[in-house]
């Protein structure tokens, strides 16, 4: 080994990670792990198994379930939780739903999407966890590009993007006051591919709708979406057989799919690699305006 | 492939955030919904352009103001490395989001508008990155296009930025004149200035070496996490967590274990399932020491032959951050590595005129203040000298009625 080099740029966003999450075990009394089912928090599963095995993680997975989740990331998820052997804690949008706190959206975009922030921040303050750790990075979207990775919420769970605290050298501050909590974002720096090529390196499973399958789909405002009741369809929604497959998985009546024959890890790191269009250009909820990202972050969301 | 991470610095509008748009721009890597959002934006330049500006400027305020108030972390890669970008604001009021920026960056490119040459922010950001010790400096002269190209008017900018890169310690500065609105000297060589037989900004950037030094001299691991899982098969593993900061730990190395001074023998180092025979600067790992020792979060692992100084009396340079004035009758918290422990400032031995940059006696330190102080802790802090090993000479101050980070200290050696 020479006595000057530069680690793998995996290894060294990889190394960075994990000290992330040694430093939130180290600082938190009740941190927990937000786990959404997509590839970004299956990969914070593994760091987190780099950083703390052979103990137990030192902090629940958390997963907000919209009821509408794709049911290949509900099976994923339920065999993952068994094989690691750790506790996992779900928070029902159904429940805030039932119990009044939110309000069902209507009509045919009617998404389950923004209600998960009530949902999630009553799960919050259930179990009084004062750090959640989120697969978030910051290029994904412009708000996001400007959060710290130790980044403090309020007690209503408000980012102010305006009064962050300063972040510096790899020390991360997470001392708080009561009632506030941090969200924290080990895999800040990497990005799309950087994710892709680290599930290759490593193995990963991922569930099965991340590969180019055929489904049901409908064309909603010029984007490709699985035909499921969930989207509340009418006899305008022309069903058609498509191969598809999804760049990011979140709740069904918000994450479009793309037409695709990568079938293989190395097929879909090709197709990314190739791309002209961005991951969250999928997303139907960063659509609605230019700040979307932004406003939502101030209203507690991740 | 490695990563090379850096900043833009300077003064408000030199054109910080259009340079990196246009690096972006330049080199194809702005996908199709961005551009077609760039595109769709109306904020435009004066002459109808896209703005590049505004690909960086992701918050609200910052696209209504026109500057920019924050960090924005931007992310791309060529053939030849990764680059890692912090595009930092140039307003005096968000100095402490530069330095956020900067704290981790290997490179900086200041820019100097070509109309203005050098100015207080100027010499403020030149300053805070020798002090940061970011090793690698491009000063990129900017607007370009609004002097005519003129060799003359970059030759004059450039000798008075030599003069303050000697006064601030800066070592290894490359001057590149550009046009950030334009593109000149940016990813492609300009045509408009046949007279600059350097290298276009990009090509720089894909070249320069910056390797870290692995030298078992400096090797740091801050112990994170102690592992003990206390199950029957595994009740006697105890492996101690963390990220090596600096230099580089081999099984049979003599380790000392500060502050307490317990010694003893790496038997094994551990990275999941994998076992390597070396862990290097930037590698997380897990350690396993020959004798039961105590060690906690907190404590600094180093090799037994080159130990850092240990003491609770330390001085420092001090960037004050927080709108709240430096209380010297206050007690803070300070971080250093994992370690938090509680502290004062003892003393300010004085505080640095940015215009003059002379030094000044004050113990008045309020936003943006840089200057020296003696800090007194309530434990021992194991520490290198900053300007030596910016991994394990590092600190921050909290302040512990807001929790909120307030300074960026460097520290230099044990005072007397
Ligand atoms: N003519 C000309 N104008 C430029 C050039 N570079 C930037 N500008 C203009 O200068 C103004 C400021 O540019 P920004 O990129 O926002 O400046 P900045 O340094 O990021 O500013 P802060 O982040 O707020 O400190 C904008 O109107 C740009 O279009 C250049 O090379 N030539
Ligand atoms: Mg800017």
């Known amino acids: 080994m020479s006595k000057y080099n530069q680690l793998d740029y995996l290894d060294e966003l990889e190394a960075e990670a994990i000290h992330i999450l040694r430093e939130v075990a180290g600082q938190f009394e009740r941190p927990a792990l937000l786990f959404s089912g997509g590839k970004d928090s299956i990969t914070l599963v593994r760091l987190a198994e780099k950083a703390f095995r052979p103990g137990k993680f030192p902090f629940p997975l958390v997963h907000i379930d919209t009821g509408h989740n794709f049911i290949e990331t509900i099976e994923y998820r339920d065999a993952m939780v068994k094989r690691l052997g750790e506790r996992l804690i779900v928070g029902n949008v159904q429940d805030s739903i039932d119990q009044g706190k939110v309000v069902e959206q209507k009509g045919k975009n009617a998404s389950r999407n923004p209600l998960q922030t009530v949902t999630l921040l009553d799960t919050i303050a259930a179990h009084k966890f004062d750090a959640c750790i989120g697969g978030a990075r910051r290029d994904e979207e412009k708000a996001r590009a400007k959060e710290r990775i130790f980044s403090v919420r309020d007690e209503f769970g408000q980012w102010d993007p305006k009064r962050q605290r300063p972040e510096l050298w790899n020390i991360y501050n997470g001392k708080i006051h009561k009632g506030e909590n941090v969200r924290v974002f080990p895999i800040s720096n990497w990005t799309e591919l950087d994710v892709w090529n680290y599930i290759r390196r490593e193995k990963i499973e991922l569930p099965s709708i991340y590969f180019a399958h055929e489904r049901d789909t409908i064309v909603r405002n010029g984007q490709l979406m699985a035909a499921s009741p969930v989207l509340n369809m009418d006899e305008d929604d022309i069903i058609e057989r498509r191969t598809v497959r999804f760049r990011t998985v979140g709740d069904m009546t918000c994450t479009a799919a793309v037409a695709s024959d990568a079938f293989l890890i190395d097929d879909i790191i090709d197709e990314i690699s190739e791309s002209k269009i961005s991951e969250r250009g999928a997303r139907i909820d960063d659509k609605v305006s230019e700040a979307a990202m932004e406003d939502r972050k101030k209203g507690g969301y991740f | ?416």
């Open chain 2, 1 to 416: 492939m490695d990563i090379l991470k850096f900043i833009t610095a300077g003064s408000v509008d030199d054109g910080k955030s259009t340079l990196i748009g246009r690096l972006l721009y330049d080199s194809d890597s702005i996908l199709a919904d961005q551009l077609e959002a760039l595109h769709s934006s109306n904020r435009k330049n004066d002459d109808g352009s896209i703005d590049l500006a505004i690909l960086t400027d992701g918050l609200k305020a910052e696209r209504e103001q026109g500057i920019t108030i924050d960090v924005a972390y931007k992310y791309f890669q060529t053939e030849k490395r990764k680059f890692i970008i912090a595009d930092t604001p140039g307003h005096i009021q968000y100095t402490r989001n530069m330095v956020t920026g900067a704290s981790n960056a290997n490179l900086a490119i200041i820019l100097i508008d070509a109309r203005k040459g050098v100015i207080e922010q100027t010499i403020r950001h030149s300053f805070l990155v020798a002090l940061l010790g970011i090793e690698q400096v491009v000063v990129c002269i900017n607007k370009m296009d609004m002097v005519d190209y003129s060799e003359d008017v970059y030759n004059n900018i450039l000798k008075d930025y030599n003069t303050l890169a000697g006064k601030v310690g800066l070592k290894n500065v490359h001057p590149i004149p550009v046009s950030a609105l334009k593109g000149d000297n940016i990813v492609n060589n300009s045509d408009n200035m046949g007279w600059y037989k350097g290298e276009s900004l990009l090509h720089f950037l894909e070249t320069i070496d910056v390797s870290v030094d692995n030298s078992t001299e400096h090797a740091r691991l801050p112990i994170q996490w102690v592992i003990r899982p206390q199950t029957e098969e595994l009740h006697d593993y105890r492996g101690y967590a963390g990220r090596v900061s600096s230099g580089s730990f081999k099984v049979n190395d003599k380790v000392t274990v500060l502050p307490s001074g317990f010694k003893s023998t790496i038997t094994k180092i551990e990275l999941l399932d994998k076992e390597p025979e070396e862990a290097l600067a930037g590698m997380s790992v897990t350690v396993h020491l020959k004798d039961e020792i105590d060690i906690s979060r907190g404590d600094l692992l180093v090799n037994s032959s080159y130990q850092p100084e240990v003491s609770q009396l330390i001085e420092a340079d001090l960037c004050w951050m927080d709108t709240r004035a430096l209380d010297t009758t206050h007690t803070y918290f300070i971080q250093h590595n994992s370690k938090v422990t509680r502290c004062k400032i003892q003393e300010t031995l004085y505080k640095v005129n940015i215009n003059t940059l002379e030094k000044e006696q004050s113990d008045d330190f309020r936003l943006n203040d840089i200057g020296r102080i003696i800090i007194k802790t309530a434990d021992p802090l194991a520490f290198d000298r900053y300007q030596d090993n910016k991994a394990n000479g590092g600190a921050i101050i909290i302040d512990s009625r807001t929790n909120v980070t307030v300074g960026a200290v460097m520290l230099r050696n044990v005072a007397d």
